[in-house]
């Protein structure tokens, strides 16, 4: 069974620009959650889709979206980049909404803004 | 909220020499708790969670840890390192309720050497 996958792996921007990062599941998994992992701050949640809907949301401005298509793909969007975006951004799968599910986690979109 | 601390940003050890990696929480409802650890370069991958039940939770790679509810701590600890072990490892809690985040310590770098 294929684990979770992020697109790009890495990629630079300039500050004001945007960015769109992709996230597949594992097959049959429907909850997509997202990780801003920086050496400050470490890992902070973004937000976690279930079946096309944003179920929770962290402490980040309103530059950072999110949805969830049909098929549970996900994607992040920030907008209008600034220098302290660049960061590791983690997606992780798990099967349902359930708390106690162990959540896998793809390799990550290491994000660079010059 | 719920928050995590984790005591200790490094920790250096000789290989087969046992280790203890300090987590604490604070919340005031019930949790779940759970180890991460991640390789360099690789997503995190789930070491042991504690739901409910024995408070000795045994994971993989001979990995423990022990939920005591009146110290609010969740230590992680291995009787024997290898230098294979050598990663970054993460504490993480989420409260017994469907929908909320899995929210994470800032990590603790387990460094084995020969």
């Known amino acids: 069974k294929a684990g979770v996958t992020q697109t790009p792996r890495y990629l630079i921007k300039t500050r004001g620009q945007q960015v769109t990062l992709s996230c597949s599941p594992i097959?049959?998994?429907?909850?997509v959650s997202w990780y801003q992992q920086t050496p400050g701050q470490g890992l902070q949640f973004l937000f976690e889709y279930f079946s096309e809907t944003q179920r929770n949301k962290g402490n980040f401005p309103g530059r950072f979206s999110g949805r969830q298509f049909s098929n549970s793909r996900s994607e992040m969007n920030v907008s209008t980049l600034e220098l302290g975006d660049s960061a590791l951004y983690l997606c992780a799968s798990r099967l349902g909404q359930e708390n106690t599910g162990e959540l896998f986690f793809g390799e990550g979109s290491r994000l660079t803004v010059l | 909220a719920q928050s995590v601390t984790q005591l200790d940003s490094q920790v250096p050890v000789f290989e087969e020499a046992p280790v203890e990696l300090r987590c604490n929480y604070s919340s005031s409802v019930s949790v779940y708790l759970f180890w991460y650890v991640q390789y360099p370069n690789q997503g995190l991958q789930l070491l042991l969670k504690?739901?409910?039940?024995?408070?000795l939770v045994k994971g993989i790679n001979g990995f423990e840890a022990e939920f005591n509810k009146s110290q609010t701590s969740f230590h992680l600890r291995k009787p024997s390192v290898h230098i294979s072990d050598t990663a970054e490892y993460f504490c993480?809690?989420?409260?017994?309720?469907?929908?909320?985040?899995?929210?994470f310590g800032k990590g603790t770098t387990l460094s084995v050497s020969s």
């Open positions: 504690y739901l409910s039940g024995s408070t």
């Open positions: 097959s049959g998994h429907r909850s």
């Open positions: 993480a809690v989420t409260k017994n309720q469907a929908g909320t985040a899995l929210i």
